[in-house]
């Protein structure tokens, strides 16, 4: 079944496209890695359903509710992490998480959980604008994985952590699907990354969705269009490559 | 080459057309009291240009220095709000320069504003009063010295918004600033000199006191002793961050 | 969640920012000239005026003209860049939260802030007229049931101008030009009020107020009743207006 559904999802802006009629499927239960080089949508797409930005053209369906009539219902499953982590400078780390899930209407309890999650416990009474890069991306994670909502969009987590945090994380994000009866939506520019956490796949060139299905799939579409297949980078990059020289044939 | 550089991070801040609009709101004022009420000036006796600076200075003086707050607060907050200042803080420029720089920046911008305001001045003086004359010496006169009046207040602004990280606290020290000074008594010179009271001296009524040099030295070597503290601090900034 | 609750999120989000003082500061410095000068109040130039009515009068005129217009703007200041600086709002809007809710709550502060400063007015007023009344061995100490009303009234009447201010700040993405704009739309109030237009320019509006409270302390000076007319429905379309457009445009660039 699948949780989110998009249809020719468009979102320009001005006269650059920056998402680009995409139809996406990601089934509930599922670890959805999307796939693209720096500026090519992700985030763009990821703002779309989370209401915080309009699409130009298309629709989305999240759980059965539909942007913008159900955008409260919509915004109530959802865990989200966004861009540069967001948060309040001025206040510690648990103070922020607080304010979410004061906001969330969730018990006291969820904010230490969270926390403890992340791996942030002992650093929660330090102002947030004072955090290390990869405890502000771990702050903003936890503030998603609060009151471990159904659904989770989570923009490039690893950004700016070291390896064993990458790790950590990485593994996490594996086994919130079993942990809470999750789906994951995760973005990632690096294929190796998502190749250790996703089911399935998307990837994403200059707005347009090039493919999608399964990382089994995933190598056989390659197989069949001469793209190497022994090592998965090489195929995302020969991917892009060969789209982006299509492109630019076309104009 | 700072001063270029300076000038190329405001763009697009908003920063040089809101000393233009400053500069059109205060022009304004002349205009409108013109307008609305040129009875009641062109019966006074006294000089024209006199009269309208009487009836006018103060706001436009007010307007002046609000603008010059917000403009301090502006230029120091395009520094902070992305760590650009961190950025210069790593280059081979040494950070008093960019004060200087943005001092420089807001000191032309003031110019520019000043020449705007003394100008909607002295055409009214032309259209109201027939028998008044555009004099060019007298209206550089006047340029130099506001503008000198105004420097002590330019460079203490300055110096507050580079202290102060986040906009609403130089925007509220500025802003008290003004509001304190605005319920000193006017009449004592000593407190007429003081960095957000200055501006409001003409250089008319300097003169009838006879202290147009006292004023200007000591506005001057107000400047002077603000821009030391600056230096000081940029020296010593380190050990509070 | 309910909107009690929303109002003590944002209050959460004011902690460490220093506004107390920002806003105690003003409310100081608009004393110390008139404990310094007390003397003058002795000699009311002509104006039939009591000492005591005259001490609170020149002392809270700056306060209603220029220093709550501006510590407002300061605020507005204040609640979009703890917004601004870090994304928090970005985070706000993808959580389930109306956005017009959001941004009441938010103006709901600046007032709660104001009233605040207000609070704080008063406790200076009676600290300074006690520290005169001491000076000079004459009793510059007015009735609480005289002053407390008058403050209220000049705050009350800040409000359809808060509206306004926050307007700006939403509207305005730059803040140089929703700060530059604020503060310069104060300095014409005094102009303003002498006008038969005032009513039209919420930022004359707690000067007018103050003014009232003069012209019935000393004779002549100034009308000594409301015009309730024109200005109560113009300034409840005002600050209705102000507070819907917003409600409609906040967070509008965070969404695009």
Known sequence: MNIIETNNLTKTYGDFTAVNEISLHIQKGHVYGFLGPNGAGKSTTMKLFLGLTQPTGGSFQIDGKTYPKDRVPILKTIGSFIEAPAFYGNLTGEENLDIIRKILGLPRQSVTDALELVGLTQFKKRLAKRYSLGMKQRLGLAGALLGRPPILILDEPTNGLDPVGIHEIRSLIRSLPQQFNCTVLVSSHLLSEMELMADDIGILNHGQLLFEGTMEQLRQTAKANGFPTDNLEDTFLAMIDDDNRKRGQIR | ??????????????????????????????????????????????????????????????????????????????????????????????????????????????????????????????????????????????????????????????????????????????????????????????????????PYQTLALAAQNGSEWIFTLICAAETIIFGIAAFIFDNVRRYFL | MNFMSLIGVELTKLRRSKIILILLAPVIMMWIPSIVNAEIHFDP??????????????????????????????????????????????????????????????FIILLLLAALQMVLSIGTYYLSSAIVSQLWNYNFILEPLYVIPEVLKIYVSAIPLAAVLWMFATLIQAPVFSVGLGLASLVPSVLIINTKFWFLYPMSYPFYLLMIAYGKAAKGIFETEIAWLPWLPTAALITV?????????FGASERR
């Open chain 2, 1 to 198: 080459m700072i001063l270029l550089l300076e000038i190329k991070k405001l763009k697009r801040t908003g920063c040089l057309p809101a000393f233009l609009g400053g500069a059109v709101l205060a022009a304004a004022f002349p205009l409108l009291n013109m307008l609305v009420r040129s009875e009641t000036f062109t019966a006074l006796p006294g000089e024209p240009f006199r009269i309208l600076t009487d009836a006018n200075w103060q706001m436009m003086a007010m307007l002046n220095i609000l603008t010059i707050i917000c403009g301090a607060c502006m230029i120091y907050h395009t520094e902070y709000a992305n760590n650009g200042a961190q950025k210069m803080a790593v280059l081979p420029v040494r950070t008093y320069q960019i004060f200087w720089g943005k001092f420089a920046v807001t000191v032309l911008a003031l110019a520019g504003m000043l020449l705007f305001e003394i100008a909607a001045l002295e055409l009214c003086a032309m259209h109201w009063f027939p028998d008044y004359h555009l004099q060019l010496t007298a209206l550089a006169k006047n340029l130099c010295f506001s503008l000198i009046a105004a420097l002590p207040t330019i460079i203490l602004m300055m110096l507050i918004a580079s202290v102060c990280q986040n906009m609403w606290i130089s925007l509220g020290i500025g802003v008290i600033l003004v509001f304190t000074v605005s319920v000193f008594p006017k009449e004592n010179l000593f407190l007429s000199l003081c960095p957000f009271n200055s």
């Open chain 3, 45 to 106: 130039q002509g104006i039939s005026i009591t000492p005591e009515y005259n001490f609170f009068i020149q002392g809270f005129m700056g306060m209603a003209w220029f220093m709550i217009p501006a510590s407002l703007v300061i605020c507005t200041v204040l609640l979009v860049q703890t917004e601004r600086s870090h994304k928090g709002l970005l985070k706000m809007l993808s959580l389930p939260l109306g956005s017009a809710k959001f941004c009441l709550a938010k």
């Open chain 3, 241 to 249: 207006t102000a507070l819907a457009v917003s409600c409609i445009r």
